[in-house]
T-cell receptor, first 113, second 115 residues
Framework: AQSVTQPDIHITVSEGASLELRCNYS??????LFWYVQSPGQGLQLLLK??????LVQGIKGFEAEFKRSQSSFNLRKPSVHWSDAAEYFC???????????FGQGTRLTINP | DAGVIQSPRHEVTEMGQEVTLRCKPI?????LFWYRQTMMRGLELLIY??????IDDSGMPEDRFSAKMPNASFSTLKIQPSEPRDSAVYFC???WGRGQGSEQYFGPGTRLTVT
């Protein structure tokens, strides 16, 4: 069955520190992959997406993600976090040509001042 | 450009009452999705429409839930009768196409509380 897994439920980092949020997928073929961010009381906003080609994708707000086929991973990174990055982050995937998105359970990010 | 619009933003109702959630997708989008978010189950796809036609409703929990899309600019999700376990945030999302350029845009959600 298709699945997306985010192993970390909650991560705390200090402001200015680097960040990496993990995402693993299980699909028969390489899926389209997405990272969304959800601020408290808000909807989900797309940070970045991977369809094919360059395995390092750049997104909004200084985020990037790297697709690694050998590890079935699509980890989200940011070199230096800001207090405003505190939110919940969701990794999601869908089969190429299909529309149904499968979401991971989410990782809640807390920023220490 | 207005994003996906959902109403109401908050709904508090008593068990047994009918609840109707509304969604206006982004103009020009031809697919619409209804999701439910809870602490226990995370984000679940309930149903989605393509060109106003329901394509996959396998996520609809039971017969108490129904969804309609009478035209390209409006959809409803109805719960009748509502139960406390329906308390959740319900999101609507829309997209265009299904190829590489297709991404889902989410509304702000409706927080439903059933007492």
């Amino acid at each position: 069955a298709q699945s997306v897994t985010q192993p970390d439920i909650h991560i705390t980092v200090s402001e200015g520190a680097s960040l990496e949020l993990r995402c693993n997928y299980s699909y028969g073929a390489t899926p389209y992959l997405f990272w969304y961010v959800q601020s408290p009381g808000q909807g989900l906003q797309l940070l970045l997406k991977y369809f094919s080609g360059d395995t390092l994708v750049q997104g909004i707000k200084g985020f990037e993600a790297e697709f690694k086929r050998s590890q079935s991973s699509f980890n989200l990174r940011k070199p230096s976090v800001h207090w405003s990055d505190a939110a919940e982050y969701f990794c999601a995937g869908r089969i190429q040509g299909a529309q149904k998105l499968v979401f991971g359970q989410g990782t809640r990010l807390t920023i220490n001042p | 450009d207005a994003g996906v619009i959902q109403s109401p933003r908050h709904e508090v109702t008593e068990m047994g009452q009918e609840v109707t959630l509304r969604c206006k997708p982004i103009s020009g989008h031809n697919s619409l999705f209804w999701y439910r978010q809870t602490m226990m189950r995370g984000l679940e796809l309930l149903i989605y429409f393509n060109n106003n036609v329901p394509i996959d409703d396998s996520g609809m929990p039971e017969d108490r839930f129904s969804a309609k899309m009478p035209n390209a600019s409006f959809s409803t999700l109805k719960i009748q009768p509502s139960e406390p376990r329906d308390s959740a945030v319900y999101f609507c999302a829309s997209s265009w196409g299904r190829g590489q350029g297709s991404e889902q845009y989410f509304g702000p959600g409706t927080r439903l509380t059933v007492t």
